[in-house]
């Protein structure tokens, strides 16, 4: 299994790779960790004859965390996201959903930007980033943009990034509530049959903010707006919660495929969020 | 396409191999390093029989393009242990009978040797977490995680004694 013949290049600045991929346009795509990229190369479902590594560019590296704001380079692995301390101590939701993504082999080398610019409705981070509503920044030939992650899906593999842009890095605020990744999957490695991210915050009993996007329930991650806004300034008990889990699975979209019929898929959305909302207002 | 020159320290060894960009690391090491010991079993990135040390951290070989280990350091099987001076975790995995056919083990026991860098003392959890990239279709796993357990019980009572 080895892919057609391309041309490799490492540009060592985010400038160097704009002008490779404005050079050889739809011939062209950049490469992060490649664990998405390369499989379907191998594969060769995909024609590429410019491949652009961008393992070279430092400016792509690297977590800050500053004024209550986090900034992550496209580049960062997930192990880094997993092994960085201060991130841990700040967004703990961060590790927690990054532990379940693969495995380890795969973490050293998968990253943050390729996972969520990807646009495959199975990968974590877009989920996820949806339920910290992260902003992308995508630099082009033209300068910098910034898109909202609740923005940016539009259906499975097709984002609001243009093929000459470049996802540079994510920034999102720190969150200060309680949280919880919760992922149902068939084994280690496995991608989610349903996923959940949840954030949520408390007035004594009453809820003050919450957020809740899913994974691999659509064919984009899905952020429940309805449920969000059931549970925002009402008294939480396991009615409210239940009402919030059914907006939840009401705003799933899931197929039938080897992880399971539409209907078992929407079960199991049912017990991940409700377990997701449960241990975040637990860790308020 | 033209190929490339590609450097690397592959066992504290320099080398230098002509290839193509799309050659995959696994099939460098073993076909034109002649190093064997890192098996290919499913080649998708699931089973981890390719594991390779690569600048301190596990990697899949199989999904690795060669042009990405440019200046890499590399470890392999052939680089922890000989036939005459076994590493310690061969030791173990030989000992705890870690292995069956010994299709997964190079993979096995490089996958274990980064682990145990990172973590020196770990819970049987910790083991099973850490070695999840890593199928075995013979042992059920359980002497795998015996072995790995007793090398680092073995590592931490010889820090202690020196």
Redesign the interface.
Known sequence: ????????H?PDSIDGALSILTEWGDDARVIAG??SL??V??QRLTDISH?I?L?GISELKGISIENNKVSIGAMTTQ?ELITNTQLAKFVPLIREASLQI?????R??GTIGGNVANGDPANDMPGLMQTLDASYELTGPNGVRIVKARDFYEAAYFTAREDEEILTSISFSVPNCGYAYEKQKRK??DYATAAAGVLINMDNDTCSFASIALTNLSDTPVYCEEAVNNLVGKKVDSNAIKKAVHYCVEASDPVADTRGPVEFKKYVAGIIVQKAIENAIARV | ??K?RLNMTVNGKDVEVLT?????LA?VLREELNLTGTHIGC????C?AC?VDMND????SC???A??A?GANITTIEGLGTPDGLHLLQEMFKEHHGLQCGYCTPGMIT?AYR?LQENGSPTEEDVR?????NLCRCTGYQNIVKAILATAEKMNEMKESA
């Open positions: 299994m080895i892919p057609s013949n391309f041309e490799y490492k490649g664990h390369i499989p190369m191998k491949l590594d393992g192990h693969a495995d380890p082999q795969v050293y080398v280690i490695g | 396409m033209e490339i193509e960009p799309r050659q995959l099939h080649e998708t990135s699931h981890g594991t951290m596990s990697v899949k999904s690795v393009f042009a990405q440019q996958r682990f977490f850490g070695m999840s990239g």
